[in-house]
Nanobody
Framework: QVQLVESGGGLVQAGGSLRLSCAAS????????MGWFRQAPGNEREFVAA????????YYPDSVKGRFTISRDNAKNTVFLQMNSLKSEDTAVYYC????????????????WGQGTQVTVSS
């Protein structure tokens, strides 16, 4: 059983930056691909980024490509999401998730989820 705890959310002005962290425990961290998803009120959960267990492969949707960067530190069991040039439409609760079922971009493949951290971008 893997436990995930996100941190780093907050309120930021448009154009600003935030760095989210997700600390994992309870498993061999490098065995898991990690993903970030977000959900705004009234919207479905949306894929934001994913990274393979080694960190060598990363996926992003077009909506965040070039602005967001996912990374991981397997020695510290932590995955990060660096968010730059934030826009009001990035406002959402951000979740990290873990899976051993390959590097995935859809939430149904992820088995473990954090509690989420709120990101609010003011325009």
């Amino acid at each position: 059983q893997v436990q995930l705890v996100e941190s780093g959310g907050g309120l930021v002005q448009a154009g600003g930056s935030l760095r989210l962290s997700c600390a994992a425990s309870g498993g061999t961290f490098s065995d898991y691909a990690m993903g970030w998803f977000r959900q705004a009120p009234g919207n479905e959960r949306e894929f934001v980024a994913a990274i393979s267990g080694s960190g060598a492969i990363k996926y992003y949707p077009d909506s965040v490509k070039g602005r967001f960067t996912i990374s991981r530190d397997n020695a510290k069991n932590t995955v990060f999401l660096q968010m730059n040039s934030l826009k009001s439409e990035d406002t959402a609760v951000y979740y990290c998730a873990a899976t051993r079922r390959g590097l995935r971009t859809t939430d149904r493949w992820y088995d473990y989820w954090g509690q989420g951290t709120q990101v609010t971008v003011s325009s």
